[in-house]
């Protein structure tokens, strides 16, 4: 069964400072992971994902991530954050032919 | 083109009511999907569909149904409201036929109150 781990429920931070969001999976299938991201009051948007090749995947807003298949992680990193990034973000891995094991998430906090 | 929207917003019900959440997508997805958000645990799968006329459980399905008679709608239906139904509940849809590599689109959610 896949599963995925999200180590810090909170990560506080300040403007322009970097930030890693970590992200842990375990997958019996061919792993394809993704992150999201929940701004207040709305649904998910993707940020990015790896189904294959190069393991450092970029994404919106100048998130990136990087795939260690070695130590079955996916963490999301960005090198200098933002107000406007305080969100949810959720780690993901397939689950399956058609859907998507979610972490419990991991809340960005910017202060100025 | 509005993607995937949700109705209503937000909904009390009374303990032993039911009602039906509304899901429609206006971009010919095969997939869709129900979930539930509780704080602190993530979004858990109650249901999905591969394609009009074919639904199957998640990891949450007890208390629940859908049905799919359409590609572009995908009802979710409570029957006997219970407190631990008190969540938010989002729709997604996703396209293509390898739909494990497919970005999933989600709709805004419906807060319900269960009391």
């Known amino acids: 069964a896949q599963s995925v781990t999200q180590l810090d429920s909170q990560v506080p931070v300040f403007e322009e400072a970097p930030v890693e969001l970590r992200c842990n999976y375990s997958?019996?299938?061919?792993?394809?992971l993704f992150w999201y991201v929940q701004y207040p009051n709305q649904g998910l948007q993707l940020l990015l994902k790896y189904l294959s090749g190069s393991t450092l995947v970029k994404g919106i807003n100048g998130f990136e991530a990087e795939f260690n298949k070695s130590q079955t992680s996916f963490h999301l990193r960005k090198p200098s954050v933002h107000i406007s990034d305080t969100a949810e973000y959720f780690c993901?891995?397939?689950?399956?032919?058609?859907?998507?094991?979610f972490g419990k998430g991991t809340m960005l906090l910017v202060s100025p | 083109n509005a993607g995937v929207t949700q109705t209503p917003k937000f909904r009390i019900l009374k303990i032993g009511q039911s009602m039906t959440l509304q899901c429609t997508q206006d971009?010919?997805?095969?997939?869709m999907y129900w979930y539930r958000q509780d704080p602190g645990m993530g979004l858990k799968l109650i249901y999905y569909s591969v394609g009009a006329g074919i639904t199957d459980k998640g990891e949450v399905p007890n208390g629940y149904n859908v049905s799919r008679s359409t590609t572009e709608d995908f009802p979710l239906r409570l029957e006997l409201a219970a407190p631990s139904q008190t969540s938010v509940y989002f729709c997604?849809?996703?396209?293509?036929?390898?739909?494990?590599?497919?970005?999933?689109?989600f709709g805004p959610g419906t807060r319900l109150l269960v009391l």
């Open positions: 997958s019996s299938v061919s792993v394809y």
């Open positions: 997604a849809s996703s396209g293509s036929k390898l739909a494990g590599e497919e970005t999933q689109y």
């Open positions: 993901a891995v397939n689950s399956g032919y058609s859907t998507l094991t």
């Open positions: 971009m010919n997805h095969n997939y």
